[in-house]
């Protein structure tokens, strides 16, 4: 089965700084998604990375896959309050469907 | 659209109780499944569905079963529960392979 680790599993910022949280497969993406969870809540589709080096961007936010499709990171610019929450990437793999996550990024955004 | 609907929000079971969670969607959406989440473990799969009629098992399936009889509702039931699976309990759904899964609000179930 797909493994995926994500790091750091917890962050702490300050308002205004940017972060990475990064996500590795131990093996082949064919599908990779960012999630955001705010406690107690659901999750929110983010973005969905298919290509290696595709990079995409919403917001304040930007994903990239690598080339060698194993690994993706999640950059947040200028970070807000409102970007707390638990990130989560997960993935597919090969020609199943069966999505699995990471164990999540808690970030934490000091005003 | 009410996107992903899970029913009930909360429930308390008593160890060997069986109960149903309910989800629904009304995107027409193929693809369904099943996670648990629970504290230092992550979301992990519990039983998927590629459409109507066809199940599949996950990464813990052990305790559960579901169906698929229309596209639109997807129920998990707990056939005897155990306080093992006291857990929070998400069902998504997405449209192909292509899309993201969209997620319902969660089910927080107690096993005592």
């Known amino acids: 089965s797909q493994e995926l680790e994500q790091s750091p599993q917890s962050l702490i910022v300050q308002e205004g700084k940017n972060l990475t949280i990064n996500c590795t497969s131990s093996?082949?993406?064919?599908?990779l998604y960012w999630y955001k969870q705010k406690y107690g809540e659901g999750l929110i589709f983010l973005m969905m990375?298919?290509?290696?080096?595709e990079e995409k961007s919403h917001e304040k936010i930007t994903a990239k896959l690598d080339e060698k499709k194993q690994q993706s990171s999640l950059h947040i610019t200028a970070s807000q309050p409102s970007h707390a929450g638990i990130y989560l990437c997960?993935?597919?793999?090969?020609?199943?469907?069966?999505?699995?996550f990471g164990k999540g990024t808690l970030l934490t955004v000091n005003p | 659209n009410a996107g992903v609907t899970q029913t009930p929000k909360f429930q308390v079971l008593k160890t060997g109780q069986s109960m149903t969670l309910q989800c629904a969607q009304d995107?027409?959406?193929?693809?369904m499944s099943w996670y648990r989440q629970d504290p230092g473990m992550g979301l992990r799969l519990i039983h998927y569905?590629?459409?109507?009629?066809?199940?599949d098992q996950g990464e813990v399936p052990n305790g559960y079963n579901v169906s698929r009889s229309t596209t639109e509702d997807f129920p998990l039931r707990l056939l005897s529960a155990a306080p093992s699976q006291t857990s929070v309990y998400f069902c998504?759904?997405?449209?192909?392979?292509?899309?993201?899964?969209?997620f319902g609000s969660g089910t927080r179930l107690t096993v005592v």
């Open positions: 569905s590629v459409g109507a009629g066809i199940t």
């Open positions: 990375l298919q290509k290696g080096g």
């Open positions: 093996k082949t993406l064919y599908g």
């Open positions: 998504a759904s997405r449209e192909g392979r292509n899309y993201g899964y969209t």
């Open positions: 995107m027409n959406h193929e693809y």
């Open positions: 997960g993935a597919v793999g090969g020609s199943n469907y069966k999505l699995t």
